[in-house]
């Protein structure tokens, strides 16, 4: 049983009915009436006699046949034996709107748990409890007290809010914006936000997925299936609260620099494909867009105005979003010459000039759209006293279904005097902005998504790693209850996955320093050497660029004195006596572990100061060479590791490389919680890497 | 004869009135008369008996006394007759609707100086040409032909683009935004954005002025009266294009860190208060809040909803917008637990819970717009089945009034089910707004300019400085038209306003440079000395960290023998050897003279990659120790210039000090274009920072 099945049932009971206007058991009744369901209403309900003029039953089982669906509408303790009911008679699809559930606390938690198991058990589908109920405008079915249905359209919608769906209906019908399903799904005891999402990925009417979510259950299944539905079809989501679980407590680097989590979702989105919306107006206003337009061939934006400072203000808007205007090529412009009076601007944004009638704009976009350095079209217009606004209206119709290859969309400023105008663009599918920064950001959702949807193939390298090493180190770890990897274990795995170390021995005297210090050469740095001390740089713990075997003595010296001083509880087991790297950029390579998404890679620059510079990228493993490639140039400082300002830039492939082992290291053992290579010393092309200093931290798998 | 008499004039003469409908010359007589307009009106056309059922005259003399102002919609070629008109019947004002002039080309362009030079003999203020007329609604003056009058109200409007006013006011009456006066300004020949900002600011009924510009005719003087005109009423403006005149062309960091110019609006318009808006919509949502609220006393905003996850929403966009949610005390949280029920949030975002009626929403608001740490509310409402949403309407109303001294800002999500409440809320002066980020985004602006207007005095300290020894260098350079005065004279200028500079010594042979070292210690910099060459590193003329007189002669003499193959243009006249600067953060302080506004002071970190890291800060000369500081702690380095990481912080104080001195220089010498010290370097509090490297362009004052 599918939930698509949900959506065109050939009878409904309503149980728990109601005579009086205003109650949830009236307005179920008088929705599916209204919206003009065809199948055969069941008003169910002890105490009436008949509801809105149909025949009202006691129970379930007096209609003498089984419902396809039961939406239930009874006190929150009377829903287990109703579907004991449904299951008896032979219904197995219901849907559960009453509240005082999960979301009224510890009682209606154990309701909530004992219903979703009467379900399961009779293998009954449920979406709820709590919720709002279901509309598919197509099949003139409204299972619900949202309002009336909307118009039909190819928007698939899903919200963990009732009444945001609500609100969502009551602004679709007043814009426009069609949908083909709508679902609340409340609590979620059955049905969730990953299974809706599978159905919308199958439904044929649903060609834009849409929804609002406040917490997703699976993350990493989720993840996976907007990933592969994504491909077909554009997933917008509403997330509220920034936070995934166990984000928040975090000791590393990496995991700080995912401020409290706030950044995972924009990590793991983007990885999926998911466009994700900042407020409802986004929503809409891109859901418009990539419900009736082809997606841009590429990112030139072309925009026609008759007001050049207002296509200024688009440009500016271009800019601000990342997304550049079209350069028109010449035979464009002699043509526009040819077609515009002589003060019109033929370059991008292209001013058709104020007293521009329709056929200037048609013109002008038709030649403009027939550029090949031109994606997309954003027609800009503003009402001047000749304006002809409805028949302009009716030509970028014209050019937009002449030029179907190339999305079209419009922004006609005004009220009472466009009113027309957006009638006729609504009707013939050509989406209208409120403000022409609105189309702009729409264009930049549509581009961002093409150029996802057309990404290579996610061909992950794995390389020649030694992994029994690791799985000893991390087994002892686990088996002593000691969840840190201080330096040289750390270090011991990162060898084992390809890393290059830094030379060294742990010393336990002066003398004994100076003399390792002979045999690795000068510089050297000594390095406190505990188990219980991890910021060793914070503790005084750290002394480089000794040059000198009376510098190497008197370090070790001020070392022992000093260090314990500061943390009496530290087991001091000696001065580790290292090699100095030699000049390269300090960046850090990081991986967070997100209990539901799994390992977040990280780049970052400025070694120690990372957390003050904050300049940072994030990733989700496994990385493929292309990714980790993307992580460096998402960095400010990327000119810079190229080479830039007289200095010479970095090894790139090498720390690519470098990440994507760590990447490999992170998928291969889920025991490790976070990891931090700080400072990862890069130098010039053809240079080693070094991983200087490095963090573990294990935990049992869950 | 002030602007403020536009918008009372007694009789209105409508020069090139016309019978037709749809011509203008019909429009602005039909808007006159719907107005309700109550003194005279005058068509005049010798091609008419009447219009609109007034008498029409065939001149201004005919009339028989002199119109208080002309409106003029005759053909370009024929205005300057018409103003001649007017100067003999001694009408003083006049609005030149008529378009054909500047934006027509040259010819254009001439005919506007002429009809300009006119009216200025014949002391007649005149507005435009090519624009759309002024309406005054609270005088039923509707002299322009952009539509009906939109309510009146409290917000002074002023526009460039005249086809955009018309559309800004469709767009308030769809609305309900009311104005004070709206003038489209046209091609300003002679009435400007100054002079009107000016009038705005007298104006009685203008509380908030808002605009739309495309170009500042003079920015200095604009700004200036922004700022004092600011204190009292906000200033809301668009502005498209965001290069200002001559910050394109740049050779300095300063300059090109501007971007072209993009960020110098932004600089200024800070400096003066102004409230810059990205979009119509933005400056529509501020314009209604400005009109209506009180301004905020601190930071703390309380969100009440009465669905959680979009309180949340809001929270988050809160903190995108660098907004802090407040925290309440203990006695409001315990009185809200008192009024609310168990399951209800009573921490901010306080959530009311979706089945509140209009009591919970209202004794919420109260409660919490009763602590002392909230200073402004947003009531977030979303319509579930039992929400009482015109009642809860009235209620926010009812404590909106009673708690007065605090904003109080609504969302209402959905349309026509919240349609009732939205129209109580607006009646009523409480802004609705139609996402909550939106709402947040206007509680932001609200509180910046709350700020802005209780900053302290700004006090320029003035510094002994050695003005005559900069006069000097200047006038050198300005004579033997050598703009570009490079390091050592760039260096004595800096030495003259107070800087340290390090000592060095400039060498003609190998031997001599090794001798001068030995005298500054080592180690030592050399840098080859050429007027010629500014950028010394991109041509290997820089050599640091030189420790023996070895080292010094084969550097010598290896700068001899590349430079001259890499600049054989460049006149060499040795290499200057220079005490190496002691260990310390490096910084950039710059400056570049924007054409309009003047010295752009930076601050930024990085050092030679200061263009990579691009963390600068920009403000508008001359600097106060505030403004110096605060250009400082807006860097992203803020933190490690304090010192963070286990990394020693610098003296904050030494950099503010030095930005305020090279402000003092820059205002002092407004010949002086650019300046770079680059790289400054900075020490622990208590060293005296060094001016490494400097460069300044001088030009003749214009």
């Known amino acids: 049983m599918s ?36 199948g055969d209403i069941y008003p169910v309900n002890p105490h009436a006699e008949e509801v809105e003029g149909l025949r009202c039953y006691p129970s379930l089982e007096a209609i003498g046949r089984a419902p396809d669906l039961a939406v239930v509408v009874v006190p929150a303790g009377a829903v287990a034996d109703v579907l004991r009911q449904c299951a008896r008679v032979g219904t197995r699809q ?111 009417r649903t060609r834009v997925i849409a929804g609002y979510l406040e917490t997703i259950s699976d993350g990493d299944a989720f993840i996976r299936e907007a990933e592969r ?38 990590v793991v989105f983007e990885r999926a494909g998911i466009i994700r919306c900042q407020s409802i107006k986004a929503q809409f206003d891109y859901a418009r867009a990539f419900a009736s337009q082809p997606l841009p061939g590429g990112p030139g934006v072309v925009v026609i105005c008759n007001t050049g400072g207002l296509g200024i203000m688009a440009a500016d808007a271009a800019e601000r979003e ?78 937009a279904r002449r030029r179907a ?82 330096e040289t274990e750390a270090k011991e795995v990162l060898d084992a996955y390809g890393f290059v170390t830094p030379r060294g021995m742990v010393a336990t005297s002066g003398e004994q320093a100076a003399a390792f210090a002979e045999q690795i050469g000068y510089p050297v740095v000594l390095k406190i050497w505990s188990p219980d001390i991890v910021h060793k740089a914070e503790v005084g713990g750290v002394r480089a660029g000794l040059t000198s075997g009376q510098e190497v003595t008197d370090a070790f010296d001020l070392m022992m004195y ?7 509880d530290a087991h001091i087991l000696g001065v580790l006596v290292e090699e100095m790297c030699r000049k390269g950029r300090e960046v850090i390579l990081g991986m967070h572990r997100d209990a539901s998404y799994g390992p ?26 292309g990714e980790a490639r993307e992580m460096l140039a998402s960095t400010r400082t990327w000119q810079m590791l190229q080479g830039a300002g007289g200095q010479e830039g970095v090894d790139i492939d090498a720390v690519a490389e470098a990440l994507q082992r760590l990447s490999q290291l992170a998928t291969e053992f889920p025991q490790i919680r ?27 798998e869950k």
Chains 1, 2 share one sequence.
């Open 562 to 568: 000093r260090v314990p001083r500061k943390r009496p």
């Open 229 to 266: 539905i994504g491909h077909d079809k554009p997933i917008l989501l509403m997330k509220a609260g920034e936070t995934p679980a166990g984000a928040r407590a975090a000791s590393s680097h990496t995991g700080r620099l995912l401020d409290g989590g706030r950044r995972a979702y924009d």
């Open 600 to 625: 977040l890679m990280m780049f970052g620059t400025g070694g120690v100061l990372v957390e003050v510079l904050r300049d940072v990228a994030f990733y989700l493993a496994p990385l493929t060479a």
């Open 322 to 399: 990342g997304l550049k205007l079209a350069e028109l090529g010449e035979p464009t412009r002699s043509r526009l010459r040819e077609l515009l009076p002589a003060a019109a601007n033929v370059n991008n944004p292209v001013d058709v000039l104020g007293d521009a009638l329709a056929d200037r704009f048609e013109a002008a976009l038709d030649a403009a759209l027939g550029d090949e350095a031109v994606h997309a079209a954003l027609v800009l217009l503003t009402p001047h006293a000749m304006t002809e606004t409805d028949a302009t209206a009716r030509a970028v119709v014209g050019v």
């Open 674 to 700: 976070e990891m931090d290579i700080n400072p990862f010393v890069v130098g010039p092309p053809g240079a080693t890497p070094i991983a200087v200093d490095a963090r573990i931290t294990v935990a049992e």
């Open 94 to 204: 219901a849907i559960v709107i009453s509240s005082g559930f999960k979301e009224a606390g510890e009682a209606g938690r154990r309701l909530e748990e004992q219903i979703a198991r009467i379900a399961r058990d009779a293998g009954i589908r449920m979406i709820g409890p709590n919720c709002l109920g279901i509309m598919s405008p197509a099949d003139k079915l409204n299972a619900s007290f949202g309002g009336p249905l909307p118009a039909a359209g190819a928007v698939g919608y899903f919200s963990q809010s009732g009444s945001l769906l609500a609100a969502i209906v009551d602004l679709a019908r007043s814009t426009g914006l069609g949908f083909s399903r709508l679902i609340s799904i409340g609590n979620k005891a059955d049905v969730g936000e990953l299974e809706v999402l599978k159905a919308f990925g199958q439904d044929a």
């Open 3 to 38: 939930l698509a099945d949900f959506f065109h049932p050939g009878s409904v009971a309503v149980v728990g009915a109601s005579r009086q206007k205003g109650k949830v058991g009236y307005e179920i009744v008088a929705s599916l009436q209204a919206g003009g369901f065809a």
């Open 405 to 486: 290859e190339k999305p079209v969309l419009a922004c006609f400023l005004g009220a009472s005097r466009v009113e027309g105008a957006v009638a006729v663009l609504r009707a013939a599918d050509v989406p209208v902005y409120d403000t022409p920064e609105a189309a702009i950001a729409t264009l930049k959702a549509l581009s961002d998504y093409a150029r996802w949807r057309s990404r290579p193939k996610r061909v992950v390298k794995l390389f020649p790693v030694n992994r029994r090493k690791v799985e000893k180190v991390i087994a002892r770890h686990l088996r002593q209850r000691q969840p840190e990897i201080g």
